[in-house]
């Protein structure tokens, strides 16, 4: 019961910072896991990060610990991504998600584990 809407994304220089929002509606936003995705050209979704219905616990791919931080504000009903030090091979589209499960079981399921997801918004990164 939750609905999701990306904002933040553009076109930054590397080493540029940019941060993405995911505004979501619905009174069980609280208590939902959340996580961030992302796709780029001729490859599959991928994993990028992950925090707890709390902000207690978080997940993150090895590709973006120490630049990316994943975090939420339940009273604003919205998720962020912090994302510096920006590299060209951070270029995707990326994608809000969200489900009423835990984070470890969510987790253990990837991809396929999240039940709500966003529309997507375009992150560019030039060299």
């Known amino acids: 019961q939750v609905q999701l809407v990306e904002s933040g994304g553009g076109l930054v220089q590397a080493g540029g910072s940019l941060r993405l929002s995911c505004a979501a509606s619905?009174?069980?936003?609280?208590?939902?896991?959340m996580g961030w995705f992302r796709q780029a050209p001729g490859k599959e979704r991928e994993f990028v990060a992950a925090?707890?219905?709390?902000?207690?616990?978080?997940y993150y791919a090895d590709f973006v610990k120490g630049r990316f931080t994943i975090s939420r504000d339940n009273a604003k009903n919205t998720e962020y991504l912090q994302m510096n030090s920006l590299k060209p091979e951070d270029t995707a589209v990326y994608y809000c998600?969200?489900?009423?499960?835990?984070?470890?079981?969510?987790?253990?399921?990837?991809?396929?584990?999240?039940?709500?997801w966003g529309q997507g918004t375009q992150v560019t990164v030039s060299s």
């Open positions: 998600a969200a489900d009423p499960r835990s984070i470890a079981t969510v987790q253990a399921m990837g991809v396929r584990g999240y039940e709500y």
């Open positions: 619905g009174r069980t936003f609280s208590s939902y896991t």
């Open positions: 925090v707890s219905w709390s902000g207690s616990r978080t």
